[in-house]
């Protein structure tokens, strides 16, 4: 499909390149930022390079430096510790993502591999779960979740989407829908059970799709906000999200540390960047199949 | 000795028969499915069956989180009608999915366009994508920062080209058309990823006939690409704007519903009521309604935009 270039051609790439531009410069802006003196910035708002290089936003985020120092560079010197906030989004992430996905996909296999009477209508009802907005469920989780004495532990951010989403189950249960039936029913004859055809059939034949989900699911936990800012503020269990939310209202004397948030959002974005960066074709596949029901 | 080890211990005898599978099959495998489906069962009913009716139940009753919930009929939805800023939060947000949807759809499908023209490369989609991946909170503090009155680079580009600063945050008029800028940003790539995917299922042979024809690529983009991509753009349409009307995070770490209401959102207003004057029988109600209103607005978007029918039959 190589066409000679012309007018239109050449404006459609132009218009491209400043789009990826206009998506990329924020990210070097936050860079740039994290890595100036905040006392500094304001005297060169735009300098296109760090002003007055150095790593002290970082140190003060993540507590490394000493009231004094972090004031000294325009930070609030408050206490703020991102390495425990990166620890505890680390957990719940992870937690939720492989208790997510594993029930998930044992739903997926009930509704995609057994045949019981019934079974479309159970599926129909957990998707229909899929219309409730979430603020509608929420208000009556926080009731459950602080009568049951969870508040600011890691279960109470967590329980929720332990167990299922309606999402998780539809996406694995069209790849288990999928598989051939032929294979089970060998696997049968050989004598294997049930469990032995999920475990040893059904999931590595789903590898791609189940580290699909993984993925996402990640990405989604790591990015949450309102949930665990409702039942998580203390610090021992603080999320990044809602450790940046806090950070952003400690305005220092004498204007935000702009340096310190900045320093701040790399920390909480790094990861999912690096996961996107290692992940990035199997991610960019997925959008139009998972987004599209 | 040999068959017994093999078989593993398991309560239906029959599997080992090689004749007995389908007979087992008619008879249904509703016990195995019990156990299969018993964890996510649990957390379907526990937190989304019995919040969805507690919640229904709570919008009817007056509720502090201090006492039991107290029955007081249809006192929240009465109260609801008149109350002024519950009608200005459902402005706001609608005012915000407006401008949000209708610039990210119109950015979206042209984005997919110029990939789908002239590039298939992974690393441009993988870039186009990259915003998507970032936490709501985080882009909102990016943008937060680069929007700012005085340091902000943006006011300092606009300075430069010869137009006075513009206060994004702290003027009620740009409040709501920023938040919505900045969302369309994040956005934005994911969308036209989901158009670009619909664009791919559209067949060669229909713009090669157009070609034949003498179609020019703007004729050929009203006349064709449009209507044939009409149910995935609808699709679309209704999962991007039922996000849209969620509107939270970004208020909630910029100007938290200010300045004065101009930008509390319907979410942002639900959770103060909830969380900042415990009021969650008033909160619950509200819930309800915009529950209501989204399924409405996907209904009426389905049946408006005739989802199912494609022109392609």
Redesign the interface.
Known sequence: MRKPLNVGRIAAWASLIVLMLVTLFPFYWMLRTALSDNTQLPGHPSSLLPVDTTLGAFKRVLGLSTVAEAQAQGGSGASVDFWLYLRNSLIVATVTTVCQVFFSAMAAYAFARLRWRGRDQVFALFLSALMVPPIFTLLPNFVLIKNLGLLNSFAGIILPTAFMTPFAIFFLRQFFLGISRELEEAAMIDGAGHRRIFFGLIIPMSAAPIATLGILTYINSWNDYMWPLLVGQQENVRVLTVALGVFRSQTPQGGPDWAGLMAGTLVAALPMIILFLAFAKRITNSIGFSGIK | MTATI???P?R?RT??D?KA?PKA?SR???K??MI??A??????V???????L??AY?SFTEYS?LASPNFNGLANYERMVQDSFFWNALVVTVEYVVINIGVQTVLAV??AM??Y???QS?T????????Y???????A??????L?F????VN??LT?VGIDPVAFFGESAYAIPTIAGINV?RHM??TA??V???L?TIPKYVYEAAEVDGST?WKTFWRITLPLLRP?LV??LV?TM?GS??I??TV??TTQGGPINASRVI?YY??ER??TRFD?GY??AM??V??AI??LVSLLQLRLLRAKESDLA
């Open positions: 093999k078989a593993p398991n239906r599997h080992g090689p599978p099959r249904g495998d509703l195995v499915a299969f489906l964890p996510a069962t649990l957390g379907f526990v937190f989304y069956i019995w919040p969805t507690r919640g709570l989180l042209g984005i110029l990939m023209r002239l590039t992974i441009v989609r993988a870039v186009v994508l990259l915003p991946l970032v936490a709501n909170v985080v882009v503090l990016v943008w937060y920062w680069m700012d005085q340091v902000g680079i300092q580009f430069w940003w790539g994911y990823l989901l670009f995917a619909g791919q690529e995935v699709m679309v999962v039922i009307f969620q939270f995070d909630a770490v979410y639900i959770y909830a969380f969650f909160a619950s819930a309800l915009l529950f989204l399924a």
